[in-house]
């Protein structure tokens, strides 16, 4: 069996890192919960001194996850914005941040209300026209910080056309590939210097663990990364690294399911009296289509809508049923959310006008229900308002 990075996706899935274990051959990788390990003699262990520095259950999951974007390392933090945190730890005093204007709100929160107080500086502009990057990269320039498709409006970012102008002056892109997960989008290949995720979305995919990752391509990257892991210590648990490394043997088939039915459901809402506008790059009339079409191998499961006003969501919110009213996304269970008063509330009111996030606005992942059971309950929904 190829187990290398010549093997199709699945199988570095359900491979990679997924090795039975050696001692007692079990199929399923082993949760290593230890804090410690017990040594030979003074220097003398088998790889293994303390659990903050290295666990073999997250061993597995970081070559797997590395596998899977195609990078040439992984480290695994307690959440995303933990993993988020530590690549912000990787500047200094005085460093320039260029950003998106529309990231998940967690993400200007840590930059502007913590790491801002710490000397970094952080622009935000619109990255969906590659112009505004090269307008706002200065001489401290470090980083550049995208997500793509945004959360909530989807809009895109031409991974390759940014990345060039990185590449130029010298910047590294990291890219946010919460939304899309390896299976449909993979920066790296497009040029992105670090990936980033918070692994509680599609790659644990079951809605039952917080978890973020921080894709490399360089080994100094990874050491760094490495050394945050052991001097901060905001490393992932072995249980939440086996929760994921479960998840993901199933990611392939579990994005395409999300994929057909976040299709049908955009479809769906596009054609619905009530419903003003949908934001899915998978329509014809979304501006950015031929991009992600290009960029993509799929559209995935997340579709924001406007409701037209905070009484209408309100409505609509109170009245589903299979769909859940609640944050977060990417799990098999269809999750419903209203981002002005839950992701995005940090932004405030003047952020998320500035970006297009209305008080009407509703955001939906997209879970692996029956389709027509969540038609019929958006349906049935809709009607209330
Ligand atoms: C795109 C994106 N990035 C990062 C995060 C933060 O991840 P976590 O909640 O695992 O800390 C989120 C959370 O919703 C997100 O949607």
Not at 162 to 172: E, M, Y
Request: charged share 20%.
């Amino acid at each position: 069996m190829k187990k290398n990075k010549a093997a199709g996706f699945s199988t570095r899935a359900i491979h990679v890192g997924q090795e039975p274990d050696l001692s007692t051959g079990a199929v399923a990788p082993p949760i290593f919960a230890t804090s410690t390990y017990v040594q030979e003699e003074i220097g003398k262990h088998k790889g293994y001194e303390y659990a903050r520095v290295s666990n073999p259950t997250r061993d597995r999951l970081e070559q797997n996850l590395a596998s899977l974007e195609g990078g040439v390392a992984a480290k695994v933090f307690s959440s995303g914005m933990a993993a988020i945190n530590a690549i912000a730890t990787m500047l200094k005093e005085g460093d320039h941040v260029v950003c998106g204007n529309n990231l998940y709100g967690g993400t200007p929160r840590l930059f502007n209300q913590v790491w801002a107080d710490f000397g970094l500086q952080f622009s935000y502009v619109d990255t969906s026209d590659p112009r505004n990057v090269v307008r706002a990269l200065n001489r401290n320039t470090r980083m550049v910080f995208v997500e793509t498709p945004t959360n909530p409006l989807m809009a895109l970012t031409d991974i390759r056309a940014v990345s060039a102008v990185c590449r130029k002056k010298k910047v590294d892109l990291v890219v946010d590939n919460t939304f899309m997960s390896p299976y449909f989008q993979q920066p790296i290949a497009l040029g992105a210097d670090m990936v980033v995720h918070s692994t509680t979305k599609f790659l644990n995919g079951h809605s039952d663990g917080l978890g973020g990752v921080v894709v490399c391509t360089s080994a100094e990257q990874a050491e760094k990364l490495a050394f945050l892991q052991k001097a901060a210590g905001a490393i992932l648990s072995p249980f939440e690294c086996w929760l994921i490394l479960r998840g993901v043997k199933t990611l392939a088939v579990r994005m395409q399911k999300h994929d057909e039915s976040g299709r049908a459901v955009a479809r769906f809402l596009a054609g619905h009296k009530k419903v003003r506008r949908v934001f899915y790059p998978g329509l014809l009339d979304h501006p950015q289509h031929e991009l992600a079409k290009q960029q993509m191998s799929g559209f995935g499961a997340m579709i924001s809508f406007e409701t037209g006003s905070l009484a209408n969501a309100n409505r609509l919110l109170r009245k589903v049923r299979v769909c859940s009213l609640g944050e977060s996304l990417g799990g098999v269970e269809t999750l419903i959310s209203h981002p002005a008063t839950m992701t995005h509330a940090a932004l405030g009111e003047k952020g998320r006008r500035e970006i297009g996030i209305t008080d009407g606005l509703v955001r939906i992942s997209v879970g692996i229900e029956d389709v027509e059971d969540i038609l019929e309950d958006l349906d049935q929904a809709l009607a209330a308002m």
